[in-house]
């Protein structure tokens, strides 16, 4: 199996910003795409981000032009880049990655980003 772990989560202020990290341990599989996805207390997981193996990226409306992610694929990492963070960014960041041919999506543990207004 494939296996996530995520980190560089913490508590900032608005207007700083983050980078998220997540190490995939996949060397025996074919990742199509990773991304991120956040949740905060009380609502439903949402995306964030996601990129495929070949680059192309996709946001959530409320990220674009402050959030970038990217990846690399040697080292079978993805990352995600926050800048001009809101108190409305606040959440658990989740890493995930689905495999090419079965569409087995893995989640790592999550990790939270504080944003304090």
């Known amino acids: 199996q494939v296996q996530l772990v995520e980190s560089g989560g913490g508590l900032v202020q608005a207007g700083g910003s983050l980078r998220l990290s997540c190490a995939a341990s996949a060397s025996r599989y074919s990742i199509n795409v990773m991304g991120w996805y956040r949740q905060a207390p009380g609502k439903q997981r949402e995306l964030v981000a996601t990129?495929?193996?070949?680059?192309?990226?996709n946001y959530a409306d409320s990220v674009k032009g402050r959030f970038t992610i990217s990846r690399d694929n040697a080292k079978n990492a993805v990352y995600l880049q926050m800048n001009s963070l809101k108190p409305e960014d606040a959440a658990v960041y989740y890493c995930?990655?689905?495999?090419?041919?079965?569409?087995?999506?893995?989640w790592g543990q999550g990790t939270q980003v504080a944003v304090s207004s």
């Open positions: 990129i495929t193996r070949d680059g192309n990226t």
């Open positions: 995930n990655a689905g495999l090419s041919v079965s569409g087995i999506v893995f």
